[in-house]
């Protein structure tokens, strides 16, 4: 249940503007990837093209090849709808359906792409799922409540359960812990730990001792001033990102001199 | 907005006039110069023959102007101006009160003597100058009742809502999550300002012209004016529905996307169902808005004495027409008595229906709003 | 190609194409029922400005025709503004800066409400309550400020004049004038209010540096707003002036409102008659646009204001 994702020449734009240029780069399954660099680098706007959601806003469109397992995301007749239920994603600030019970979140994609489960069918994913994001002992009690009565880092652990419910092969993440508590933080950060074991994960984060703690590999995102390009500067295992980069504004930014 | 009392905190009197209260009127002087107003005025006031409106206007008059001089003599030119805005604004208020205040008394106290189940249940069907003109000469209660026109009322509200509603919404729909913005949008958008600002004569105007060229002049009946009542009711439900669709947040839509989720089944199960509450209530006051047009009726649904459930053939009276048929001509011309009952008591109904539709739109917004309670 | 991310989309696809189309289906048919007013309108309208003068109603064609009603329509209009404007402004004042808190939300939603009441209501009541009540003040205006034009005597016995439908219009167009101003009022910046009153300014010192700067584009085009809903009102000229040829004085019967003459006309109107009606309400249309447009242009240029600030 996890694909690899190999990205070749990828250049973003919106609009006219060159927003990321010429990123290289190829993610392995079953391990967790850390996008890390400065605000305004393109590590955010690069990770949404992963799974196409760079489309939602206006203007904004992509050059070259994103490859899962092979298979070309910008290929003809790919409908980005296919590429999403494939490749799920989690944001920055938990968002869950506010209308929506607990349980009604969990099978979301589900429900709302009119799919026919039946009720055990149903319970067994609510619980699988729920599970699979630590959060079913703590809202096993309660399903049938909103799910914005939640706490803000159970409400990003159901937007994780969320997630993997629809049985996606990768899950992207784009910075989730951001607006999270320390305590909280900790609990996504054993999560991905686990999720590791089943999809391939993305994460972006400004968090660079989060990136240290959770990721196999880490791709540094840079910018050369304000107008440039974002670019992928260095990309390698975490553990020579963080000790021995190659490049130079990679240890400036790592060991904090920058950004 | 927390009261701002800069200019008379009622400070108790103090032993020691300190420095923060020196040059300051005590709390009771005001009420001294109320007081010697409203004898003033009074006296003024029976110098020309004595009533109450004027007497009210001239202590009014003097107060104010008193108030003034007397801040200025103690407190201040600075301090005088604001106790004359103070009290000009407050004048206002109560002006503005007064013919508001007027207005729901005249319908309740003309009203409710009139409103009988008789009138709920029977329509004019039958009523002439004479049936009237028994009625006073034998102190009898006055028959014939809106029937017909609450029928008529409902019957032309409900297809309104029928035709605007789905326009009104898919057009809102359209104008938040589809147009980037390109000129046929904002052409939508400035042209849905204009339709807000169509008088409703004119509204009336355009349905009976359209009729009256595709189905032959003079084409009257219940759809007409429910067309007619849609010019006037679109633009008011784009408006309200496109400020709660804008206000969903951004982030709701991604989640769905990012769900696999196509975007119509995003925008029908998880946009629009966010925004209900508010959608539903701003439909609900496009009705009661709506629901008192008097104007555009006159001209497209005709008036009649009986009961027509049909909207589309056939005249149609509606609550708005009957008051205004009622007291423009009157059943009898000689006693006008019954007629004006059976007006006030019609106007007492429809604003009933107004506030009612005013009161459920508040519901509607607190109970269906998207719960965050644990 | 076929792969795993190409299978099964045409369905779902085809979904959004409808619902798509749909939504801009219902957007071009608002623009489409706008051109279709202003044509039906026109062609309607079309026979009253080719026909012989002769045979248009007062016999010197259309424009003669229009012209003293149209003079009517602007003045119960100014009337009602001259009257609301300074009274709708201060009601917002007191709800947003002087009322109490608790007081001022109820007094919110109450003129609100009172902006719902139907027109023909305060029709109603102005023809049997303000205009009796108003014939011993036109009468002493007859008497006393007689010598300017429009207190000109004899008085009116019925009060059912120019001066009671500008009232009436008054009272009916004070709601929105005060519901638009108390928005804008309870938008000043806190900030500015908070400055203005840190230097020692008074209540009204501080309306007037921070309150009225802040809100004055906002107030006008809420005085515009109302002003476009006097000009169309109806029913409630319809029933309260008792209607006639154009006259300077204000407080005898006479003059008339485009869209009052539509309303006790069109009902009994055919062939020439009724285009000539049409063809008013085409000529109160083009106004109330202009009167409107004017209000949103005034809204848009402050927003681009208040948005850099």
Redesign the interface.
């Known amino acids: 249940m996890s694909k690899r994702i190999d990205v070749k020449d990828l250049n973003v734009y919106y609009g006219d503007f060159l927003a990321v240029e010429g990123v290289n780069i190829n993610i392995d399954p079953k391990s967790v990837t850390a996008f890390i660099g400065p605000s305004g680098c393109g590590k955010s706007t690069f990770l949404r093209t992963l799974n196409r959601m760079h489309e939602v806003l206006p203007g904004a469109r992509v050059k070259g090849e994103v490859l899962l397992d092979g298979e070309d995301l910008y290929g003809p007749g790919v409908d980005p709808v296919t590429v999403r239920s494939q490749i799920g994603m989690v944001f920055q600030r938990p968002n869950p359906f506010p209308t929506m019970s607990i349980r009604d979140n969990v099978l979301a994609g589900v429900k709302l792409n009119n799919k026919r489960i039946s009720r055990s069918d149903a319970d067994d994913l609510v619980e699988k799922s729920l599970t699979g994001a630590n959060l079913w002992k703590e809202v096993k009690d309660r399903l049938d409540k909103p799910g914005s009565g939640l706490s803000g880092g159970q409400q990003q652990r159901l937007c994780i359960a969320r997630a993997i419910a629809v049985a996606p092969q990768v899950i992207l993440m784009d910075e989730p812990c951001s607006a999270l508590d320390p305590i909280s933080t900790l609990a996504i950060e054993d999560l991905i730990e686990e999720l590791k074991n089943e999809y391939t994960v993305v994460i972006v984060t400004h968090n660079m001792q989060q990136a240290a703690r959770v990721s196999d590999k880490t791709a540094f995102f840079n910018i050369a001033g304000t107008g440039k390009p974002g670019k992928l500067i260095e990309y390698s295992d975490t553990a020579v990102i963080f000790s021995n980069p190659r490049e130079k504004a990679t240890e400036d930014y790592v060991s904090g001199r920058f950004g | 907005m927390p009261q701002l009392t800069t200019t008379t905190p009622p400070a108790p009197a103090p032993v020691k006039r300190s420095t923060l209260t020196k040059n300051q009127l005590p709390g009771w002087a005001m009420w001294a110069v109320l007081a010697g107003s409203l004898i003033l005025g009074a006296a003024l006031s029976s110098l020309i023959g004595f009533h109450i409106a004027t007497w009210a206007l001239f202590s009014a008059l003097i107060y104010v102007a008193a108030g003034y001089f007397v801040t200025l003599s103690v407190e201040g030119a600075r301090k005088a101006k604001d106790r004359f805005a103070t009290n000009l604004v407050y004048a206002a208020f109560i002006v503005a009160l007064l013919p508001l205040v007027s207005v729901i008394v005249t319908v309740l106290a003309k009203g409710i003597p009139g409103l009988t189940p008789h009138l709920l249940y029977y329509s004019m069907n039958g009523m002439t100058g004479t049936v009237d003109n028994e009625t006073v000469a034998n102190g009898t209660p006055v028959i014939g009742g809106v029937y017909h026109g609450i029928v008529g009322t409902l019957l032309i509200t409900t297809w309104a809502t029928i035709i605007s509603v789905p326009i009104g919404l898919l057009t809102a729909v359209y104008l938040v999550e589809y147009s980037k913005g390109g000129t046929l949008a904002r052409a939508i958008t400035f042209f849905v300002d204009v339709m807000t600002g169509i008088p409703s004569i004119v509204a009336g105007l355009f349905a009976a012209a359209f009729f009256g060229l595709v189905f032959g002049p003079g084409t009257r009946t219940g759809f007409v004016a429910a067309v007619a009542l849609s010019v006037l009711m679109i633009p008011v439900v784009v408006r309200s529905t496109e400020e709660m669709l804008k206000i969903v947040p951004n982030e709701l839509r991604e989640a769905s996307y990012a769900l696999g989720v196509r975007k119509w089944r995003t925008i029908l199960k998880v946009v629009v169902p966010t925004a209900i509450s508010g959608i539903a209530s701003g439909v609900t006051l496009a009705i009661a808005r709506v629901i008192g047009e008097t104007a555009p009726l006159l001209v497209t649904a005709g008036f009649v004495n009986s009961i027509n459930w049909n909207v589309f053939g056939g005249w149609m009276a509606t609550l708005p027409t009957f008051i205004y048929r009622q007291l423009m001509n009157p059943t009898s011309p000689t006693n006008t008595d019954p007629s004006a009952q059976r007006a006030w008591a019609a106007a007492l109904i429809l604003i009933i229906f107004v506030m009612l539709l005013n009161l459920v739109a508040r519901l509607i917004a607190r109970i269906f709003a998207p719960k965050s309670g644990r | ?9 045409a369905k ?2 085809a ?2 194409k ?3 189309n ?10 489409l ?2 051109f ?2 202003a044509v ?2 026109l ?2 309208a079309l026979p009253a400005f080719t026909a012989d003068p002769a045979k248009v109603t007062g016999g010197e064609g259309f424009w003669s025709y229009i012209w003293p009603i149209l003079i009517g329509t602007l003045v119960a209009a100014g009337i009602a503004l001259l009257i609301a404007t ?6 917002a ?2 709800i ?6 608790r007081l ?1 939300q109820s007094l919110g939603y109450v003129v ?3 902006a ?10 102005g ?4 205009a009796p009540a108003l014939v011993p003040v036109y009468e002493w205006l007859a008497a006393n400020a007689g010598w300017i034009p429009i207190f000109a005597g004899p008085a009116s016995q019925t009060g059912k004049t120019m001066l009671t439908a500008g ?1 009436v219009l008054s ?1 009916m167009i ?1 709601p929105i004038i ?1 519901s638009l101003s108390r928005e804008i009022f ?1 938008q000043t910046p806190k900030l500015h ?1 908070e400055a203005a ?1 840190a230097m020692g ?7 007037r540096m921070a309150v009225f700067p802040f809100a004055r584009a906002g107030v006008v085009s809420a005085v515009m ?1 109302g002003l ?1 809903r006097a ?5 409630a000229v ?2 309260v002036l008792s209607g006639g040829i154009l006259t300077a004085s204000l407080i005898q019967s006479g003059n008339q409102t485009i ?1 009052a003459e ?2 006790l006309n ?2 009994e109107a ?1 062939g020439l008659r ?1 285009a000539e ?2 063809a008013a ?2 000529v ?2 083009v106004i ?2 202009a ?3 004017i209000a ?1 242009w005034i809204i848009s240029r402050h927003k681009e204001f208040s948005g850099a600030n």
């Open positions: 190609m076929s792969n795993t991310l190409t299978e099964g989309g779902g696809r979904g959004d409808v619902f798509s749909l939504t801009l289906l219902a957007g071009c048919l608002i623009l029922v706008l279709a007013v039906f309108l062609v309607q300074p009274i709708g402004i201060g009601v004042l007191f947003s800066h002087f009322a109490p808190r001022a609100d409400l009172l719902a009441i139907p027109s023909v209501v305060y029709g109603a009541w023809v049997a309550v303000l009232i009272v004070l005060t309870l209010e009153l300014a008074t209540r009204w010192e501080m309306i707003l476009g000009l169309g009102e109806t029913m319809a029933l869209a539509i309303a069109f009902p055919f009724l009606l049409i309400g085409l109160l249309f109330t646009l009167v409107n447009m949103r």
